[in-house]
């Protein structure tokens, strides 16, 4: 049990409104949830989420410590693209998330390498081993891992520095008339919604590339190369742009014209300087086959 003490310097605000904005790592609603067990003291006394603060109240907040689960292996089949005694490069499956995080502790990516390699990079700690970087659960493409933390540090000096070649392919909605384009937003949590990116003021600084591969009646293949490498980055850009991707329920049209279990968005090509040998590598993963099926779909409805 980990506790807080904070001394109240407002009146007339309610306690659990009140630290929410003074605790901005835990959200209202785990406050209230600490209120009505009795977690939360106002001068040593038990109080309820409407109690309204005075100067000079002393509150006592008891926070319970969060147990981790351990990460287990699991037999899940890998798509291998690469492997040696240093890096794993995998093409991740459509649905697939990377590593175990609140409601998806099994069936990860880190689940099957945890499985498959005799040993991963632990800079990310237990629940991250060997993952330098990441791609969306319904993205589907490649990814490396690191086996040791040698690789993972070399690798994550590549990232940093925006030296890694990180090339997509997107099916958006509506035809882009441009044939290429530059995209610049600094990306951040959206303010109302905390569960979804957006471009903010106050963002991370984010650039990606695009140019068109073929048009159709009412959406574009494109090829989308990162130069930073920001959470949901494509998905966010090309959405600001008025054209989101196809499937992305969460960035793009509630209503979606196809069954898609996801964003129609691949990580295609995914180049680096190997860490042990100082060789560049390249490595390619080919369209899963709903994504050419769409393709082909597309292609026979242009007219």
Request: charged share 25%; net charge positive.
């Amino acid at each position: 049990m980990k506790s807080k003490k904070i001394i109240s310097e407002v009146s007339g605000i309610r306690i659990d409104g009140f630290l929410a904005e003074k605790l901005k790592d835990i959200s209202r609603s785990h406050i209230q949830k600490l209120i009505n067990e009795g977690k939360v003291l106002v001068n040593d006394k038990e109080v309820k989420t409407n109690y309204k603060v005075k100067v000079g109240d002393i509150i006592i907040i008891n926070i319970p410590e969060v147990k981790k689960p351990s990460i287990e292996a699991e037999e899940i089949e890998l798509d291998i693209l690469y492997e040696d005694d240093d890096i794993i490069v995998v093409n991740k499956p459509q649905g697939m998330v990377v590593h175990p995080a609140a409601g998806n502790y099994t069936g990860t990516l880190v689940n099957a390498l945890l499985n498959h390699c005799d040993s991963l990079s632990g800079v990310n700690g237990p629940i991250r081993p060997g993952i330098v970087h990441r791609i969306d659960k319904d993205t589907s493409g490649v990814i490396v891992a690191a086996k040791n933390d040698f690789s993972h540090i070399e690798l994550a000096k590549q990232i940093k520095k925006h030296t890694m070649t990180r090339r997509y392919i997107a099916i958006v909605e509506g035809v882009i008339k441009v044939d290429d384009g530059i995209i610049e937003g600094a990306i951040g949590r959206n303010p109302k919604d905390r569960k979804k990116m957006d471009i903010v003021s106050g963002g991370r600084y984010a650039k990606t590339y695009f140019k068109v591969l073929d048009r159709f009646k009412s959406n574009t293949l494109i090829e989308a190369k990162l130069d930073t490498g920001r959470t949901h980055q494509i998905r966010v850009h090309m959405a600001h742009i008025g054209h989101p991707v196809v499937g992305d329920s969460v960035y793009g049209y509630k209503k979606q014209k196809f069954n898609l279990k996801g964003q129609a968005l691949h990580a295609a090509i995914l180049g680096f300087i190997h860490p042990r040998s100082g060789q560049y590598m390249e490595f390619k993963a080919p369209l899963p086959p709903y994504f050419e099926e769409l393709i082909d779909i597309l292609k026979q409805t242009m007219f």
